[in-house]
């Protein structure tokens, strides 16, 4: 076993005695210094805060149910701190895993691989008092950070375990309401570029936000006050691993863009490395309802559809002049009232019993040209638009414009807000599965996208639309809903704007089809209200969410690897695109190290300005090689 002292000593001196070590064991030793040079994934332990005992589904807990006694209704928020970090790490691509107190037991093995090597390069502990959590030895976490050199990053109150705290360097003394702002103190790579004081986003409400109290002690660096106390701490040990502490209220504290840069820093700072995605000045904008069926029976939301000159005269020419693109949510089916039954969209012309003339021909030529010059994204809108039972009482089929024909019930797909009751999962996953298939073959493109009609859903855990969406291989739901894939669905996605998520904004005038046959001039004024902004494709901001990256270290050529795997389905727009990270080094993994003399993607040598690197395009395996 290596003894304390050679860890302390200098990574040149290090690399020297490694190489060493290699020329008398061959294989590469499960008992190199474990601190150093660490693998790019993340474990997230957390105690009770997942609702899913599944482990599938991640929402934003909802009121808890207690009354706070600011407000007429029970509105006490449940934990979200789990929440947003699962937003925060999909959003920037690192990868993670996540252990959940309630259900399983601490074990040296979640930690390391079967030869004993650390599976992760640092532990963000999300723990929070509850009877529900099952017993556990918390020094394991101890060896963990003091023996493999994993870090660790605590956040907020969720460190009440006297292991945890120990290894922050710090004594817990509770939280209580301040407004006090949020200062830098000294110089560190936690905080270097973070605006000081820390500003909050607009319309958060900090009054009732909890400061966290604690005792600091020997050895550990206060790196942000808050007031008189310290909130954001770091500590580093002999072998190479580092804690942070993040406090601040587990409910508010990313709400406050440079704790969330903040967090991503910390974990560039425990593993010494980072390759992440962010977003600055990206918007998506969104149009619905081409294809629909509403547009020809419903009184209230009666309008022909765009004609193909409409398309390219007010969409396609602005759109090219502007290098943007339109995110459209298709329908693929329509209802066919006389022949009770439902069929493709795009061959209907027909003049409905308003006397307006519908011609979904023309539609078609315009979106299938805008498709293909590549100013359109494909996205599914659901099937038809419609409830897929419209025989039963009180029945749709051949009723009066001014009957069941104007209720808007009728117009959704996946709840059935005429009856007030929920889809099946099975009818809904067909009709997913169907429109995407549908939508592939009328445009040539597979949609990645899904969102509900009207947002009608089915919520219960069975009938949950976005969880079915996700099995129905679609990547992202409705305009903000969030995050599909086979490991997790996340609901309630935040931080739009921001440099976690590109904006998403709706069509002018209306967000609809509908908005723009009525009033087309105004589609341009988007361009006056995001200057500067890049309209960016739903595919691509898909993509990077699903991109999985993972590393590998070559102490012998002093090299490390980053891969980064492009899934050919969800990361399909990558095929006609390149890819841009961030690639960040911790100042003290330069100092063990060495400066990086050359950076390789998939075997050439890039010019590496030390921020970003840029990958050609096409899915599946990529390789950023980084040599010290
Ligand atoms: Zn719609």
């Known amino acids: 076993m290596i003894q304390k002292g050679i860890f302390s000593s200098s990574g040149r001196v290090f690399i020297v005695w490694f190489l060493t070590l290699m020329a008398v064991s061959a294989a590469f030793p499960a008992d190199h210094v474990p601190g150093v040079f660490k693998p790019f994934r993340v474990l997230v332990i957390i105690g009770d805060q997942w609702e899913d005992p599944a482990s599938y589904l991640v929402e934003m807990p909802g009121s808890t149910g207690q009354y706070s006694g600011y407000d007429a209704a029970p509105e006490v928020q449940g934990p979200c ?185 910390a974990i560039t700072w425990t593993i010494g490395y980072n390759l992440y995605k962010t977003w600055e000045n990206d918007v998506i904008m969104i149009m619905d309802d081409p294809g629909g069926a509403s547009s020809a029976w419903l009184k209230h939301w009666h309008y022909a559809g765009l004609s193909e000159q409409m398309i390219e005269d007010f969409l396609i020419k602005p759109l090219v002049e502007h290098k943007a693109v339109l995110n459209i949510n298709f329908v693929p089916a329509f209802v066919n009232d006389d022949k009770m039954q439902l069929e493709p969209a795009w061959t209907q012309q027909f003049t409905d019993e308003f006397g307006t003339r519908h011609d979904n021909v023309s539609s078609k030529k315009g979106y299938d040209k805008g498709v293909k010059m590549g100013v359109f994204e494909v996205m599914c809108h659901g099937l038809t638009h419609m409830q897929p039972d419209l025989v039963s009482d009180p029945g749709w089929y051949g009723t009066h414009l001014e009957k069941e024909r104007s209720e808007v019930g009728w117009y959704r797909e996946f709840g059935d807000t005429r009856r007030l009751q929920e889809i099946p999962a099975a009818e809904q996953l067909w009709r997913m599965k169907t429109a995407m298939s549908w939508l592939k073959e009328q445009f040539g493109k597979t949609p990645l996208e899904f969102c509900a009609g009207g947002l ?153 300005s030390g921020i970003q690197v840029q990958i050609p395009q096409g899915t599946g395996e990529h390789t950023i090689e980084v040599m010290f």
């Open 456 to 608: 009608g859903t089915s919520v219960t855990y069975f009938n949950n639309t976005a969880k079915l969406a996700a099995q129905a291989g679609f990547g992202w739901c409705d305009w903000e809903t969030g995050y599909l894939g086979r490991d997790l669905v996340v609901r309630n996605w935040k931080f739009f704007g921001t440099p976690e998520s590109p904006l998403m904004i709706p069509v002018l005038p209306d967000g609809h089809d509908f908005g723009i046959s009525r009033d087309p001039g105004k589609f341009t004024a988007i361009f006056d209200q995001y200057p500067r902004h890049r309209f960016m494709g739903m595919n691509e901001f898909i993509g990077y969410l699903h991109a999985a990256s993972s590393s590998a270290w070559d102490l012998k050529e002093e090299k490390l690897t980053i891969d980064v795997a492009y899934d050919p389905h969800y990361c399909q727009d990558f095929n006609e695109r390149s890819t841009t990270w961030n690639l960040e080094f911790a100042d003290w993994l330069l100092q063990e190290a060495g400066a990086v003399s050359s950076v390789k993607v998939d075997g050439v040598g890039i010019a590496f």
């Open 81 to 265: 701190d789990f929440h947003h970090l699962v937003v925060l790490l999909k959003s920037w691509g690192i990868p993670f895993d996540v252990i959940r107190l309630d259900q399983q037991y601490l074990d040296r093995y979640m930690f390391l691989d079967m030869s004993g090597n650390s599976k992760y390069g640092t532990i963000i502990w999300d723990v929070n008092v509850s009877e529900k959590l099952l017993p556990a030895d918390f020094s394991i976490i101890t060896e963990m950070i003091n023996h493999y050199g994993i870090g660790l990053i605590g956040l907020s109150d969720r460190i009440s375990q006297p292991e945890i705290q120990s290894l922050l360097g710090l004594k817990y003394i509770g939280g209580w309401e301040s407004n006090d702002k949020l200062m830098s103190t000294d110089i560190h790579f936690l905080t270097r570029g973070i605006s000081s004081p820390m500003e909050a986003d607009s319309g958060v409400e900090l009054n009732h936000v909890q400061r966290q109290q604690v005792e600091i002690l020997k050895g550990t660096v206060t790196v942000v006050n808050q007031g008189p106390f310290a909130q954001v701490t770091a500590k580093e040990y002999p072998t190479g691993g580092r804690t942070v502490w993040i406090g601040n209220d587990h409910n508010h504290m990313f709400s406050y863009q440079g704790l969330r840069t903040l967090l991503r820093r």
